[in-house]
């Protein structure tokens, strides 16, 4: 782990280099906490974001980027998502949100077994390495595969239903206890994994599922301005029926990725 932004940018640029002299490798590059990465985002921008575009390069590289708010201040709550997704087009990365340690494993062995190198970010919430609920039983990891969208786990009827929350990440959890607490069957929860490139055709395939809801949601735990909604309000409305209009739940705008005061978190 390293804690200036000179040896950020040094070790994420040598990575990018060993990843493309290294084609079959999985290079991973990982972050104590997310907004660790502002220091390299010079290596970012110019090499590892668009090093395909301009010289035919193309790298393999992973991000694991540690971010979810849990209360520990500003500056380690963030690994602005919204900064990667600005830079994502002709699908030069992929960006992506697991939320079980079986996704994280088949998205980890799909960027392994991939013939297209593509670099990867991974957002990697640690409160979510004690969450009892983010399980995994050892079938998840020995079958299926890498899901861009999960659909509802508890199987609401679909009938009943007539509002669907879409949300990416440990967010997801809330909204599941929530629901839970307060025994409300009208409402069914998709898990975008994948933000980037954008899995329209199964998000429209998950929404399909309950044909009388009439609210859709995108429902996220950053500022109105940050994570994945920008990103997520131009992209996806494209692949959904027209019909559909897609709001946004979050945070409301700040300037600050996250408050300073863990009291002022918890409310």
Not at 2 to 29: K, N, R
Not at 91 to 119: C, G, I, W
Not at 132 to 158: C, H, Q, Y
Not at 167 to 173: I, Q, R, W
């Amino acid at each position: 782990m390293f804690d200036s932004p000179l040896s950020e940018q040094g070790v994420l640029a040598f990575d990018y280099g060993y990843s493309l002299d290294c084609p079959e490798g999985l290079v991973i590059w990982e972050a104590q906490f997310g907004d660790f990465v502002n220091g390299a985002m010079t290596i970012i921008d110019e090499f590892i974001s668009s090093g395909e575009a301009k010289w035919g390069q193309r790298s393999g590289v992973t991000m694991l980027l540690p971010h979810g708010y849990e209360g520990q201040g500003p500056d380690h709550s963030s690994t602005r998502i919204e900064r990667f997704l600005q830079l994502c087009a002709e699908d030069n990365m992929t960006v992506a949100y697991p939320t079980t340690p079986a996704q994280h494993f088949h998205l980890l062995r799909a960027q392994a077994m991939s013939s297209v190198n593509r670099p990867l970010v991974v957002v990697t919430p640690k409160s979510m390495l004690r969450l009892k609920a983010a399980a995994s039983g050892p079938a998840d990891f020995t079958s299926g595969r890498w899901m861009p969208v999960l659909p509802d786990i508890e199987n609401p009827d679909p009938a009943g239903v007539t509002r669907v929350v879409l949300s990416a990440g440990k967010v997801y959890y809330d909204l599941a206890a929530a629901r839970r607490k307060a025994a409300d069957s009208s409402v069914a929860l998709i898990r975008v994994e994948q933000l980037y490139p954008t899995p329209g055709a199964q998000v429209r395939a998950a929404l399909a599922a309950y044909p009388n809801a009439t609210d859709v949601v995108w429902c996220q735990e950053e500022p109105a301005n940050m994570g994945p909604w920008s990103h997520i309000a131009l992209s996806l409305p494209e692949h959904l029926p027209s019909d559909i209009r897609l709001r946004r739940v979050s945070r409301r705008a700040a300037a600050s990725p996250a408050a300073g005061s863990s009291k002022v978190h918890e409310a």
